[in-house]
């Protein structure tokens, strides 16, 4: 059940999470949304809404749903201090270099495919959406061109398009 699943707000050994929501929704049939937990307080959180439908987003072919869902895990398990073999032939193909990944991203950016996706959450009405435009793909799309040295956002600082053409909506009040 989803929502005794919701809080873990509880568990002390949570220290750092990485949480990545595919933004494309299953088929109504399936019954399944994401859901949003509530983590324990210190608890480093890092959530992010990436591309592709749910376990395909880490599908081993090599496409920007799956290229970025690879650097998204790698960059935070290297970042926990665990090594990472991209020397294995599968590795590989989904290890693009930065560049590459942000060409790819960028691509992404451009497709105007608006979508909202609803979620289990501790508050009602969160949800989960691709806005049909964006001043960056993601959180890490905008981590990853900072990296890269990229000051302005790809998207463009027009008035009224969100930060992220993919991101999270929560309700107001």
Known sequence: NANQAMDVSFVP???RILVLYPYEPLPAIAFHAPLIAKFPQGCHVEQDVILGC?????????????????ARIRDFIIACGSNVDTNK????ELDMPPNR????????LKCNAPMTRCTHAPVTGVQIVRYSAGQYLNRYHQALLQ???????????RPGCPLYMLDFVYPEG
């Open 13 to 15: 050994n949570l220290g």
């Open 89 to 92: 032939s599968l590795a590989r």
């Open 101 to 108: 990944l942000a060409d790819m991203l960028q691509t992404e």
């Open 147 to 157: 990296r890269l040295g990229v000051c302005e956002p790809p998207g463009g600082g």
């Open 54 to 70: 749910h376990q395909g987003a880490l599908w081993l072919r090599p496409r920007p749903d799956t290229c970025l869902a690879f």
